[in-house]
């Protein structure tokens, strides 16, 4: 019940800020949906891979007009369903980076499409460029739209689907795609517009080819920013957090972005590994982005460790886990008095023009 009474303060608090419950309803809309807040590839009490939703529209038509799926971990498809989104209605996807844990959910979700939307329109979907990893290793956006089928087609499950119904593509899944690629670059450009909706891009430091995102609407701002952290890979820093992000972040309405508890730290007695720690934002250095940034809300997704888990993967917590009060406390260590926003898969938060 701690939860539940944290949520909905923090969602009472966004429509004070937006206006109010009474605006017409004909009044543009912003809403913000975490459809997965797993941190890394764990999983505890089915909760679902790494995601957010961000829907724009009108009050009357539930703010619907546009929507966009920020990367898609394992459950989105599932997630979607439960608020009433089918996925061939999704105007675009986007992707931070391709760790499975924020990417594995797009197979699931274009062979859904593939089946009952085949004859499109397709989907655009947007990350960075290829990028070379100093390790020599490429990771590349493209090459996982493109080859989502392949298994489907190697086991011969595509040829029977097709056999039952040849008007479906005879390239699977990949073909509903319309990918999209950027340069990521330390300064935001924009990377997708449609009609009052304008989408920039910015790149960030967790893996090659990370980027964060911001979404600019006449209802409001909400930055993605994804497993962003500094661009400096360990201690001595001044902050956790992305130098980049917080440019991006400048102004915004909404902050979503993944945390890690310091309780994880290497001075704690968890053993979590420090390299993995150092390149996440930790929730108090996430506080003190959002106060210089000038956020009013800051929702708190990926969570490491998940609440009320008593441990992350092999990793103990401690007796009982987090609560939701225990990351609020660690971001108030910061001084940010705006609004913090944490809870399971599902969570919202909705503002309205003025």
Known sequence: MENL??????FACAFGVAGGANTASAASCLEVVLTGVQGG????????GAGTLVKYGTEENGCSEVLLQFDAGRGTTQQLSKIGVPVGKLSAVFFTHIHSDHSEGLMDMMQLRWHFNSAGPKIDMV???DVTAPKGH???????GQNLGAALIASGEMAQRLSENPKRLPGGPSDLINTMTFLGKDSAQTVWESGDVKVSAIQSRHVAGHASYRVDTPAGSV?????????????????????QVEALSNGADIVVHSVIHPIMGPDGDSGFPP???YRQSTATDLGALSKRAGVKHLMLTHHIPPLGAPKQGPYPVKKGGLSADDYIEAVRASGYEGDVVIGPDLTKLRLVAQ
């Open 5 to 10: 009474k944290r949520i909905a303060l923090g």
């Open 41 to 48: 590839p764990p999983v505890f009490q089915g909760q679902a």
């Open 127 to 129: 990350c960075s460029e």
């Open 138 to 144: 490429t990771m590349s956006c493209r090459e996982y």
């Open 223 to 243: 930055v993605i920013g994804g497993d962003a952290g500094n661009d400096t890979p360990a201690p001595p820093r001044e902050t956790s957090t992305s130098a």
């Open 275 to 277: 390299p993995i720690y």
